[in-house]
Each structure stands twice: as C-alpha cells, then as structure tokens.
C-alpha cells in the first residue's frame, strides 16, 4: 500500500504528482482497473496550488481512448489493488450522513464547489486537461491523497449526486514532508 498519513507520519501529498497507468502491484502510484478504458501506459499529471484561502487543481492526461467522457475526482485515500480503498471523494464541508461504504449523493455536499470535479472529453489523440478552482483549501488534517478516473461523467440529481460509476484507475498523490509545503522552509 502507499504512503498514508497514518502509515508515515510527517508526509502529506506534494503540489505535483504524475504517472503512467499500470496493473497494481506493491508500490505502484498510478494503478489501472480496467486497461479497455484506461490504457496501460496512459499518463497523467495532477498539480495542487493552494494560495490564500483558494485551491486550483490541474490535471493533464494522454494515452486514453480517444473521444471518451470520464468523471474524475480527488479521493480522501491513496490507490491500492482495490479501487474501492480510495474511500469517497474529498468534500471540503463533509456530509455528516455519508460513511464507510455510503457514499456522499447529497447535492448539498456532493457538488462541484465542495468537491474537486475534473470531469473531461478526451480529443482525437486521448488527451484532455481539466481544471478545478475552489475558494478554500484543504485541511491539512485530512488532504486528499488520489486522483481517481470514473466511467461516467459525474451525476449532480438528488440521490445520485457526485457519482460517476465504476473506479476505472487511480492515481496515487506523490507523498513528500509536510514542511516542504511550508512558507520559508525546505
């Protein structure tokens, strides 16, 4: 399993994390579940910059099947073999209904201004670059540690709110020390 908070204190997730689409194995960063629609040897790019009191995450993505819509987002956990395992998105104001297993589908909370959307139509060539701008950052107590890609374009109803099927791949957010981040130090 990758680097979590709880298995390495003194970590949190760098400004810059990337990776090429493989099959899990121990370790791996960038883990793909179904190779039809994201392709072994796929890459992606996931940049955070937190300012103040703002967050802008970036992600740039090739290799894809060309012309396909995905849902993507940050999840609160890193990847492992199972696409589950990287627990629900990261919600800014967390759904105090959502739970282990219960997802957030709540438009209340699951919602593009209190997730981190990147949802994106991949061109001709299966490249394609999203961009989420928030008006608050993340808790350090709790930073999301994956980018993961969905099926679908993500859901905004009521009940199915901030849902985009099946876990299609997972990348892992690069762990560095959580000083590096900080004003005037590493």
Same mark, same amino acid.
């Given at each position: 399993?990758?680097? +979590?908070?709880? !298995? $390495?204190?003194?970590?949190? #997730?760098g400004p810059v994390s990337s990776g090429?689409?493989? %099959?899990?194995?121990?370790?791996?960063?960038?883990?793909?579940?179904?190779?039809?629609?994201?392709?072994?040897?796929?890459?992606?790019?996931?940049?955070?910059?937190?300012?103040?009191?703002?967050?802008?995450?970036?992600a740039e993505l090739a290799g894809l099947v060309p012309g396909r819509k995905y849902g993507a987002h940050l999840h609160n956990n890193p990847c492992t073999a199972d696409p589950a395992?990287?627990?629900?998105?990261?919600?800014?104001? +967390?759904?105090? !209904? $959502?739970?282990?297993?219960? #997802?957030?589908?709540?438009?209340?909370?699951?919602?593009? %201004?209190?997730?981190?959307?990147?949802d994106f139509t991949t061109d001709a060539a299966g490249t394609a670059k999203a961009t989420s701008v928030q008006q608050w950052r993340f808790d350090a107590a709790r930073p999301p540690w994956s980018f993961v890609l969905h099926a679908e374009g993500t859901h905004t109803a009521h009940g199915e709110a901030g849902t985009a099927g099946a876990r299609l791949a997972c990348l892992t957010r690069d762990?560095?020390?959580?000083?590096?981040?900080?004003?005037?130090?590493?």
């Open positions: 399993m990758s680097a +979590v908070p709880d !298995a $390495a204190p003194g970590l949190e #997730p090429t689409f493989r %099959a899990w194995r121990e370790g791996a960063t960038a883990v793909t579940y179904d190779a039809a629609a994201v392709p072994v040897g796929a890459t992606a790019e996931v940049s955070v910059n937190e300012a103040a009191g703002s967050v802008t995450v970036k395992e990287a627990g629900p998105h990261y919600q800014h104001r +967390v759904d105090p !209904a $959502a739970g282990p297993g219960k #997802p957030s589908v709540d438009p209340v909370y699951a919602n593009p %201004a209190n997730e981190i959307w990147l762990p560095v020390p959580a000083y590096v981040n900080q004003p005037g130090r590493g």
